[in-house]
């Protein structure tokens, strides 16, 4: 018990509750300075390629779901249906296409969030690229390229086969 009155004497209340005050901040202040900060890294950077689809760029740190993923060429006309996971929010995914298919050379024609799901279409030559993004543990991105005039599939998160994961 004498130590604690000792040091209660040598911390006096006008030192001590700024100091404490001090401490909080700085604790504060130190948590937050790792808040989120990788999960937006992703979408900022410079693209990834993928090089079956190398004009759609795609955001660093995405990975690719080659079972989720399907493509084919016919009379000239490609159909691909490329589905990546990574860890960025919608709005960075968003973001990161508005910038860089203008970039590609890709028009975008239309925008729509619907239940949570960022829907971009954009247009070049003769295709029309549809990307699709939504959270499902973890970011997902659909990129659908078809030929002018094609319908994406209805559902964004169902697998090649219709299914959903």
């Not at 689809?53 to 493509?71: H, I, N, Q, R």
Request: net charge positive.
């Amino acid at each position: 018990m004498r130590t604690f009155q000792r040091i209660a004497r040598l911390i006096r209340p006008s030192i001590g509750l700024p100091l404490l005050a001090g401490f909080a901040l700085l604790g504060l202040m130190l948590l937050s300075l790792g808040c989120n900060e990788e999960r937006g890294r992703a979408a900022t950077a410079a693209p990834a390629v993928n090089p079956r689809l190398p004009d759609v760029p795609v955001p660093a740190g995405f990975a690719f779901k080659a079972d989720e993923s399907t493509e084919r060429q016919a009379r000239g006309f490609r159909f691909v249906r490329h589905s990546y996971k990574g860890d960025a929010t919608i709005r960075q995914v968003a973001d990161f296409y508005r910038e860089y298919m203008p970039r590609m050379g890709w028009r975008s024609l239309e925008e729509s969030l619907v239940n949570g799901r960022q829907r971009l279409m954009f247009e070049k030559g003769s295709d029309t690229c549809h990307v699709s993004v939504w959270d499902d543990w973890g970011t997902r991105v659909l990129i659908q390229v078809m030929p002018s005039g094609g319908r994406p599939s209805a559902n964004p998160a169902a697998g090649p086969t219709g299914s959903t994961p």
